[in-house]
């Protein structure tokens, strides 16, 4: 048992092929689901400095579920979530949904990021600093990047790291890292399908 065989649904139950073209679709369920189950990473990493971004992914997740509750039947995938307010001509009001996958997309881009360093073989502290540099350090303030820049340095070694997310003692880090790299591979999928239909409909500026 691995943090990543423990997940009740990962972002592979999420991405479908769009029946009446060859884009992708993200089921509005399973992605917010696989999106809450990932947020226990941040607490393998130990720094409660990280609480402001797991909070931030926590918000935007209730803010989806929210709007989908109110017309499940039109909003079964995130695209048609996102294309009912492109509709109503409310993507950039207070608290759309449109915004909240937004940033949403954009955390999980960090943790895209970093997982993928990690399977670089470099350590936490490394692979964060490089992942928020790439993701998430272009939309924050002075502010906020001081605080991630003393969480990444509190980020625990390698070694404690993986052996959190082994959960087992008999389970190799191998094995976990194989894990670790299907699991990130469906969230990168996730994501790529979701970039490409904020950028066609110019929504991510």
């Given at each position: 048992?691995?943090?990543?065989?423990?997940?009740?649904?990962?972002?592979?139950?999420?991405?479908?092929?769009?029946?009446?073209?060859?884009?992708?679709?993200?089921?509005?369920?399973?992605?917010?689901?696989?999106?809450?189950?990932?947020?226990?990473?941040?607490?393998?990493?130990?720094?409660t400095a990280f609480a402001p971004v797991k909070s931030d992914i926590s918000g935007n997740i209730?803010k989806l579920r929210g709007w989908h509750a109110k017309d499940t039947e039109n909003t079964q995938?995130?695209?048609?979530?996102?294309?009912?307010?492109?509709?109503?001509?409310?993507?950039?009001?207070?608290?759309?949904?449109?915004?909240?996958?937004?940033?949403?997309?954009?955390?999980?881009?960090?943790?895209?990021?970093?997982?993928?360093?990690?399977?670089?073989?470099?350590?936490?502290?490394?692979?964060?600093?490089?992942?928020?540099?790439?993701?998430?350090?272009?939309?924050?303030?002075?502010?906020?990047?001081?605080?991630?820049?003393?969480?990444?340095?509190?980020?625990p070694s390698r070694e404690n790291f993986l052996k959190l997310l082994r959960r087992e003692a008999?389970?190799?880090?191998?094995?976990?890292?194989?894990?670790?790299?299907?699991?990130?591979?469906?969230?990168?999928?996730?994501?790529?399908?979701?970039?490409?239909?904020?950028?066609?409909?110019?929504?991510?500026?």
């Amino acid at each position: 048992m691995t943090f990543f065989t423990t997940r009740k649904v990962d972002f592979a139950a999420a991405l479908q092929d769009a029946e009446e073209s060859d884009q992708k679709i993200l089921l509005t369920t399973a992605f917010v689901d696989s999106a809450e189950e990932i947020l226990p990473i941040f607490d393998a990493l130990g720094s409660t400095a990280f609480a402001p971004v797991k909070s931030d992914i926590s918000g935007n997740i209730k803010k989806l579920r929210g709007w989908h509750a109110k017309d499940t039947e039109n909003t079964q995938t995130l695209q048609a979530l996102v294309q009912k307010e492109i509709d109503a001509g409310t993507t950039k009001a207070s608290g759309s949904a449109t915004d909240a996958l937004l940033w949403l997309k954009r955390a999980l881009n960090f943790i895209n990021a970093f997982l993928d360093e990690v399977l670089k073989g470099e350590s936490p502290s490394k692979a964060a600093s490089t992942a928020y540099t790439a993701t998430l350090s272009r939309y924050h303030n002075f502010f906020v990047r001081q605080i991630f820049n003393v969480a990444m340095k509190v980020c625990p070694s390698r070694e404690n790291f993986l052996k959190l997310l082994r959960r087992e003692a008999d389970a190799s880090d191998d094995d976990l890292l194989e894990q670790m790299r299907v699991y990130n591979t469906a969230l990168s999928a996730n994501l790529h399908a979701l970039q490409a239909f904020y950028d066609k409909h110019g929504l991510d500026a």
